[in-house]
C-alpha cells in the first residue's frame, strides 16, 4: 500500500513537471496581451486628447476672431447710429425752432383778426345808427340838393366797397390763421415722429453698448489669442500692402520706360526731318538746334507729359471731398482709415490703410471717378483686387467675389468694377476694404469720398 502511495505521488510530480513550462509561457504572454493593450488604450486616449486639445485651440482662434470682427461691426454701428442720433437731434432743434415762429405768426394773426373784426363790428353799428330810422332810399332823397343826392350816394358807395375790402381782408386773414394753424399741427406732428424715432434710435444705442461691452468683456479673457488673431489679421494687411506697392513700382517702372521709348522716338524723328530738310537745301548752310535748343525742346516735352498727368490729377483733385462712395445703398464702416487703439481693449492696436465698408446684400464695388483699370490680382484673405488709376491718384477694391472689367479698360466713374465678396466673419454681409493713393502715399479715403 504504502508504495503505491509513494508511486501515485512519483507520478503526479512528473505530470507537474512536464506541463509547468506550458503555463508559465501562456501566463507571461496572457500578461503580454493585457500590457499592450493598454499601451495601446493609453495611445488612442493621448492622440484623442490631443486633437481636443488642437480643436479646441482652433475653436478659440475661431471664436476670438469672430468676437473681434463683432466688436468692429458694433463700432461701425454706433457710430452710425451716434451720427442719426446728432442729425435727429439737429432735425428737432429746427422743428421746435419752426414751431416757435409758427406759434408767433399764430399769435400775431389771431390778434389781426381780433382788431379786423372790432373795427368791422364797430363801423356796423355806427352806420346802423345812422340808419335807424330810415332807410337807404329815404337817406339819398331826403337830401336837400341834387349834390347833396350825390353826395351821399358816393358816401354810400364807398362804404360798400370799404364793407367789401374789410370782408376780404377778415376773409385773407382768417384762411392765413387757418393756414398758420394746420402748418403749426403739421409742425407739432412732425415733431412728435421725430421725438419717437429719436427715443426709438437712443433705445437701439445703448442695446448696441450693452452687445458692445459684453463682446469687450469676452475678448478681455482671451489675452494672448487674442493679440494672436490680431496680428494674424495685419499679417494679411501687410501682404497686400506690399503687392500693391510692388505693382505700383512695376507700373512706374513701365511708364517711365514708355515715356523714355517715346523721347527717344521723337528725337529720332526730329533728326531724320532734320536730315530731309539739310538735303532739300541743295549746299545751304542749315543752323543745327544748339544744345540750349535741344534741352529746352526735351524738357518741355517732359513737361507736356507732367501738364497732362496734372490735368488728371487735378481733375481728381478738384472734387476732393465729392468723389462718389464706392459702394451703393446703406453701408456701415467697420474699420476707419490709421492707426487705432480701441478705448476698451489697449492692447488692440490696429493700422488700417484704407477703410473696411459692410454694404447691402448683392453690392458691387464701383469706381469713384472715371480712370483706368491699372491692376488685377487675387490676395490672401481679401480674395479679389482692382486698382483703378486716376492719373497720380489710385483708388483700390478689393474683397471681391467676381469682376466685371478688363486690365487697361477705361472705366466711367459710377461703372460696376465686381461683386463684393460675402464674409463669412461679417454674417455673410459683403465687405470691401477700400483704399486711395497718390502713388504709393496712402490717403484717408473719408477726406474724399462723400
Known sequence: MFKKVILLFSLLLSISVIFCPDDIIAAKKKRTARTMSTVKQEQRRAEKTL???????????????????????????????????????????????????????????????????????????????????????????SASSFSDVTAR??????????????????????????????????????RRKTLSSLTENESQLRSKRDETDKVVAKLKKEGSQLQKTIDNNQRKLKKLENELDRMIIAEQKRQAEAQRKAEQAARQKKQQTASKNKRKSQGKTVEKPSASTK??????????????????????????????????GRYTIVKGFGRQTHPDLPN???????????????AKARSIFEGTVSGIFSQDGYNKVVMVRHGSYISIYANLSSINVRMGEKVRANQDLGTIYRDPEYDNKPVLHFELRRERAKLNPMQWIR
Not at 51 to 78: C, F, I, P, S
Not at 99 to 110: M, N, P, Q, R
Not at 113 to 133: C, H, W
Open 51 to 141: 486633437k481636443d486639445a488642437g480643436k479646441k485651440l482652433n475653436d478659440n482662434t475661431r471664436r476670438t476672431e469672430q468676437e473681434l470682427v463683432r466688436l468692429n461691426q458694433l463700432e461701425g454701428e454706433l457710430k452710425e447710429k451716434n451720427r442719426e442720433i446728432d442729425n435727429i437731434r439737429t432735425s428737432l432743434s429746427a422743428i421746435d425752432s419752426d414751431i416757435k415762429v409758427a406759434g408767433d405768426s399764430l399769435a400775431v394773426l389771431e390778434k389781426n383778426l381780433a382788431a379786423l373784426k372790432t373795427q368791422y363790428a364797430a363801423a356796423l353799428r355806427k352806420m346802423q345808427g345812422n340808419f335807424r330810422s330810415k332807410n337807404l332810399i329815404t337817406f339819398l332823397f
Open 153 to 190: 350816394y358816393r358816401y354810400l358807395r364807398e362804404f360798400s366797397d370799404w364793407r367789401k375790402r374789410k370782408m376780404q381782408e377778415i376773409s385773407k386773414a382768417s384762411n392765413l390763421l387757418g393756414s398758420q394753424r394746420r402748418q403749426l399741427g403739421s409742425l407739432q406732428s412732425e
Open 295 to 328: 534741352g529746352n525742346s526735351e524738357m518741355a516735352a517732359i513737361t507736356a507729359g507732367n501738364a497732362e498727368s496734372r490735368a488728371l490729377s487735378g481733375s481728381f483733385e478738384s472734387n476732393r471731398g465729392r468723389l462718389l462712395f464706392p459702394v451703393r
Open 348 to 362: 488692440v492696436v490696429t493700422d488700417n490703410p484704407g477703410i473696411d465698408i459692410a454694404a447691402s446684400e448683392g
